[in-house]
């Protein structure tokens, strides 16, 4: 099973998702932001701050506390069969 390492979110609800694996998944979270417990990251800029890795994943800290247990995530398996396969963004136009 893959783990999330690295993670780098966008302006449009989109996040850039490195796994262990070495590949990058665009994951759109657009979908999810307003429902639900998501509805804590529906301002652009939460969802960008709190936007980190935790419990192997993709995952918000909401609260600040960087606590596992109390923190929005995804399963990492769904990022990885939902997102899209991409380069990365902070490699490209360099050569």
Known sequence: MVSVIQVLPTKDFKVYVYFSDGRIKLYDASHLVGKGVFQKISDIDVFINTCTVM?????????????????????????????????????QGIA
């Open 55 to 91: 419990n192997g994943t993709l995952a918000w800290d909401v609260e600040g506390k960087f606590d596992h247990f109390n923190c929005i995530d995804i399963d990492p398996e769904t990022i990885y069969a939902d997102g899209k396969d991409v380069s990365d963004p902070l490699f």
